[in-house]
């Protein structure tokens, strides 16, 4: 069973940063995609970001293209995001997730397994 745990949320100012980390044990993931989504209150769970298993290919919304960068360090078993100039829009539940299934793509939460509990980012005007 792989537990993936998220930290790094927080209160920010519009403008701010942030480093959101997802460490994962239970098995190695390095062969994985790993994705970043969110949720704001009232709205659907949406896809941020994901990393192919090499790190070498990342995909993100156009929401946040630009402003986030998504990384992992398979020896360690984490992923990371990390958030620069945000806007109250930000503002959501981010979760880490395993993609599992290749029937989807990467920006589809159907493709994705095992899912963390999520850590709250919230963006202040």
């Known amino acids: 069973q792989v537990q993936l745990v998220e930290s790094g949320g927080g209160l920010v100012q519009a403008g701010g940063s942030l480093r959101l980390s997802c460490a994962a044990s239970?098995?190695?993931?390095?062969?994985?995609?790993m994705g970043w989504f969110r949720q704001a209150p009232g709205k659907e769970r949406e896809f941020v970001a994901a990393i192919r298993w090499s790190g070498r290919s990342t995909s993100y919304a156009d929401s946040v293209k630009g402003r986030f960068t998504i990384s992992r360090d398979n020896p360690k078993n984490t992923v990371a995001l990390q958030m620069n100039s945000l806007k109250p829009e930000d503002t959501a539940v981010y979760y880490c997730?395993?993609?599992?299934?290749?029937?989807?793509?990467?920006?589809?939460?159907?493709?994705?397994?095992?899912w963390g509990q999520g850590t709250q980012v919230t963006v202040s005007s």
């Open positions: 997730a395993v993609k599992v299934l290749a029937l989807y793509g990467d920006y589809d939460r159907r493709s994705y397994t095992y």
């Open positions: 239970g098995r190695s993931l390095s062969s994985n995609t």
